[in-house]
């Protein structure tokens, strides 16, 4: 009943045939009648299953599949125990897998919902991005990618290298060959430096074929910066993120990046500036399993005969005039038709020991068990991508940090918690985040930095705008119910009398989204539900109002993204080119694309962006017109 005690709990729930819903009792179904039942339904006189183990065996593989559970210290929720006890799930867990080891995956799940409820976030999940627990993140979503010089892995795990210099189909609708509207993605590789007696490759730019409707399509040209990106040859910026009625969507990440979703046959393309990764959906009603091909296979969950299939590299060579016509405008560097290098294709650049020693330096984070990545090194093995990277560095330096970004994705995959990165806001690795974006932050007590590099001091303790759209029409001395804000609120640090000290405690994101456009993911989108409020203790953070945990890791049609690692909450608003850092304690950062329509157009504390230092003094001191009341 709720009623806060557990008096007389027992004999209330144990009124079961008084909770009863049949169709002759006051308690009327709800649920449409299950004809392989009577009705009305009566309970059963056999006794329950008190242990399900029916031998020791039995028992003994479940306590190994639940051992999470089992109290231990070197158990990956071990810093969950204090808050929630796991004695009875643990419990629960044995018996359901026993019963049936399908159902006992939910009670692992259960039990990281409760440390999540409890506020406790530093724990490593057993459950991957499928729901699968001690899965690998594959069976809902198997991958295919191609990074660094190339080397590829196909939708069956299968890993090759292949140093090809022209355009190829990288996956496609098998089901349709020959259509010149069905799914596609083609892939271009360029010679990486003119080695006189090797060949070293890279992927430099793709194009997707996006099915519309019959007899249609539309084309998307993917390229190393945003600014190069066209849909249907016209510039791709101004139309993100992108959304049509065929459920195809185009949002924006840092550096350039893409992610495409293809909801005809729930294919999901990551393009990466310098690398590109392809995901199939399992559950969509037409998805492409068994039915791909291509350089990364034909994701029928078997490697066998994988080999031979993409070998047929000469196959899947795009060039005009042939069956596979190129979906990119062609080079005017190259000819019209491509043809392989008769070069052999380098197999070990690390030439030297220094070389190799350097390279050693930079990928062996991958396999540092006291590293960034030591949360993740259990559950996702780095051996392979150690290699690639090893390559990748003594032959460009620019290319390995695609294996460290690699790593990162299969660990997020398999949801790891508590990890570190290596990437800064840019997605440069082991940088500042200053490569490609200008970074305004509020640090302890608060400590301010301008988008422009302006640093300064100052004790407000009310609630204040950090960063705004002030565009025409998004702010006019109050910004429209739509834009894009970041509002912080400062406190007292210590009530010291006649000292005033204060800190940044929590932080406000509108999330702009459009209203116009319909309720796509049936959202409740207003502008209630576009405001974010973060937090010190991340229990209390809310999305729209409601907890924001369970939706965790977020995103939507209107290129927004929510991410959590360890306290750490990322805010992508792919709209405006914007990420906001929050770190649970009292700084927050917000970072601008370097191809944000904001630049210049922002206005708060963090001042205009405009990469002027000299007027961001008295933009950013003007602390009573950003108070917010």
Known sequence: NADASTTGESALISMNNHWIANVATSITPLLEPDVTRPDPCVESTTAEETSPCSTAAEQAAAEQYCAALNGAIDSPYHNCFDDVDPAQLFEDCVFDHCADPSMACDTLQLYEEECQAAGELDFTSVVDACGVCNGDGTSCWPSCHALGDPHYSTFDGMRYNWQGQCEYVFATDCRRMGDPHAFEVQVRNSRRRPAPARQVTVTIAAAVRLPTSAGASHVLQMFPTAAQHTLNGNPLQPMLPYLDMYGNTITAGPRGHLIVYVGAVGARIE???????????????????????????????????????????????????????????????????????????????????????????????????????????????????????????????????????????????????????????????????????????????????????????????????????????????????????????????????????????????????????????????????????????????????????????????????????????????????????????????????????????????????????????????????????
């Open 271 to 629: 393009w990466l500036g310098n690398g590109i990764r392809v995901k199939y959906n399992a559950s969509n009603p037409n998805n492409l399993l068994g039915h791909t091909c291509g350089l990364c296979g034909n994701a029928d969950a078997s490697v066998d005969g994988e080999g031979a299939l993409v070998a047929m590299n000469g196959h899947w060579l795009a060039n005009p005039g042939t069956n596979i016509p190129p979906l990119l405008v062609a080079l005017p560097t190259r000819p019209a038709t491509c043809t392989e290098s008769t070069l052999p294709a380098e197999t070990n650049p690390c030439t030297t020991r220094s070389a190799f020693a350097a390279a050693s330096r930079y990928c062996g984070i991958l396999l540092d068990e006291a590293g960034p990545y030591a949360a993740c090194i259990p559950f996702v093995n780095a051996s392979a991508l150690y290699e690639d990277c090893i390559y990748d560095h003594c032959a460009d330096p620019g290319l390995a940090c695609a294996q460290l970004q690699a790593y990162e994705d299969e660990c997020q995959a398999v949801r790891v918690v508590g990890m570190g990165t290596v990437q800064d806001a840019c997605g440069v690795c082991f940088g500042d985040g200053s490569s490609c974006q200008p970074t305004c932050y509020a640090s302890g007590d608060p400590h301010y930095k301008s988008f422009d590099g302006v640093r300064y001091d100052w004790q407000g303790q009310c609630e204040y705008v950090l960063a705004s759209d002030c565009r025409s029409g998004s702010r006019v001395d109050g910004a429209t119910a739509n834009a894009f804000e970041v509002q912080v609120r400062n406190s007292r640090r210590r009530p010291l009398p006649g000292r005033q000290v204060t800190a940044t405690v929590a932080v406000a994101v509108r999330l702009p989204m459009d209203t116009t456009s319909g309720d796509a993911l049936g959202m409740g989108v207003s502008t209630a539900r576009s405001i974010l409020q973060l937090y010190r203790t991340p229990s209390q953070n809310t999305l729209g109002g409601a907890p924001l945990s369970p939706m965790l890791p977020y995103f939507d049609l209107f290129g927004n993204e929510i991410t959590q690692s360890g306290r750490q909450f990322r805010v992508r608003v792919g709209s405006v080119g914007a990420t906001v850092l929050w770190s649970s304690s009292s700084t927050v950062r917000v970072t601008l694309d370097g191809s944000s329509p904001l630049l210049n157009n922002t206005c708060g504390l963090c001042a205009d962006a405009n990469t002027v230092s000299a007027d961001d003094a008295a933009l950013s001191q003007m602390h009573n017109h950003w108070i917010a009341n």
